[in-house]
Each structure stands twice: as C-alpha cells, then as structure tokens.
C-alpha cells in the first residue's frame, strides 16, 4: 500500500497493487476505485482509468468506482421506504438521483482495512440522511485476483430500512483502441427495460428484439463502423441468485466473461465518455464510446415500479453481491 495523493480536504488517498501470476490489478481508497488491470503479455491496460489521482476528483464517468448507495436511477429523486416518502440527492439534471447523488459511494475516501498480495478490503460509512438516504449504512468491497480472475465481493448493513444497490462502475476496453467498436458482446439474456431520454423505465422488461438488443448471439459493437448506443438494462431475473455467466465481451485476442449474482445488468457504451483535456492510461483524452461498462445491479428506479427486483435492506438483514470477471488471451499459452 502506499500513499498515491490526497483528496481537497487533504486526506490520503492510497493505492493498492494486487495480483497473481497472470493479473495485476491497482486499486484506489478514493470510490474503490479499479484504477487499472494489467493481463500478462498485454501492454495497454484493460479499463479506462488514469495515471494520476486529480481526474478522478471529477470522474464524471465514474471510472472504475463502486457505485451506490442506490446504482443506477431513481426518478424524481423520490422513494417510498417503510411507508415514509424520501426525497434524495438530484444529481442527474436536477431532476433524478443518479448513482447515489452528488457525493455517493463513487465520491468518497473508503478506509483500506486489510490486504495481501492477492486481496484488498475497503470500507465506508454512509451516515444516516446522507444524500436524502435513512440509515446508517456500513458498506465493504473486497477484491480479490486469481490466476486471470477477479472477484468483487460487496457486502452492506443497515441500522435503519433503506434501499441498497451497489455496483462497480469500470468501463472496459480490451484492444486499446480509442472506441469500443471493434468489440464483440454476448449478453445471457433476452428481455430489457425500455426506458426514456433520461433513462427512466418507461415499462416492464420487453424483448430485446424489439429494441435491437438482443445479444444472445455475438453481435459487433459497431454498424458501419460507428459504436453502438446502449445504455439500457438487462433483465436478467427477478431475485438474487447464484453466480452465473451473464456477459461475453472479446476485442482482438482477449475477451472477458462476467458472471454475477445481481438480477439486473446495465449496459453502458459510453457515448457520454469525455475525459477533457485529462489522458487516460493510452496517453489519450476518453471520449465517447471508450469503453463499455457493464454493471451488474438491481433494476434501476425498483423503489417506484411495482414488480421490480426488491431494493430494500432492512436492519436483519445483510446485502451481498459478488461480481466475477474471467480475463483470457487466446496468445498465451498458459491461458487457463
């Protein structure tokens, strides 16, 4: 561990080196952030991120960080928890709670409470009324390498009923090319939210065919050599379940799998990508389309639609999300 910068109210930001034989990952107390992941006999870093801390005090995009206390959209800013109306941070044109408003997870310093070679565990508080949210909430990520593998454990409690959804907010790029285009995606799934110019469910699930979503077959990420917009949610169930394959991403000779436990995933291209005059690890600004993140979450705005998966917690209770994303290189030989 050691001491990567400091946040503007002066307190250390640290950064941690994990990794196995074949993975490096480097991670930041700042949003626990995955500030970059290195395959072996790969030289360009596999998500986006950038060399020096002072982006990431702005990091519109949210690059690489654990997102919460509620990931993705809740509309208006608004829920109803234990028959009480909530009015939250609105941080998505003043309208909407995005991520977990101004200074959600993604924002604040997290505490390194343990680490080894392998595995790095942070933890932050969320007090109770942060953000417009009830509760005292005590979140803990945990990431962990092996072999050409990452786990993402992330763990919550509550000492009040709230709404919990968290998610890690990494934008993939697996060729290092300025866009995503020339990436291939499989999405296990083959119902999706419609939802509005905001990204508001506007329905419940429809088929993804109708949306020319359906990625249940390798499909490009590029029509005529331009990107492909999406930032939509997959509706992969209903409920938590156990870990299992939810997307395939490949570029070149790498490609990725992502199997989770969460009943939804979002997919974002990243058409509102724009890093500014700020380079990322390809010594290049990141504008639209760099990367695309895919997040494995509950639902977005479940605490305003009936049917959706539950976003409650209550204080009996523990939230649990594990996250696992499979790294291979057809080049190597020792691929495993």
Sequence with gaps: MKLFGHMPNGEDVFQVIIESNDLQ?????????????????????????????????VNSGKLGAVVGRYANRISNGKAKI????????????ETHTLHGGTNGSAARNWKIIEYDKSKVKLLDKLPDGHMGFPGNLTVETTYKVNKKTVDIFIEACTDK???????????????????????NLIVNCDKVLPVDKDGIPISKPISAKELNLDFKNSRKLSDQGKPTEIDHNFCISNIRQSLRTNAIVSAKNISLELLSTEPGLQIYTGKGID??????????????????????QIWPDSPNQSGFPNPYLSPNE???????VKFSNSNDKSNR
Excluded: M
């Design 161 to 183: 009923t709230t709404i919990c959804n968290f998610t890690n907010h990494s934008y993939f790029n697996l060729d290092g090319a300025k866009n995503i285009a020339n990436h």
């Design 25 to 57: 990952l480097k991670i930041l107390s700042l949003g626990a952030i995955i500030q970059d992941i290195r395959v072996r006999n790969v030289t360009h870093s596999l998500v986006l991120g950038y060399p020096k801390l002072e982006p990431y005090f």
């Design 275 to 296: 890093s500014g005059n700020d380079e990322g690890w390809g010594k290049f600004p990141y504008k639209e389309f760099a990367g695309i993140a895919i997040e494995p």
């Design 318 to 324: 523990k939230y649990k999300h594990h996250t696992r």
């Design 82 to 93: 234990d028959g009480k109306i909530y009015s939250f941070n609105k941080n998505q044109n």
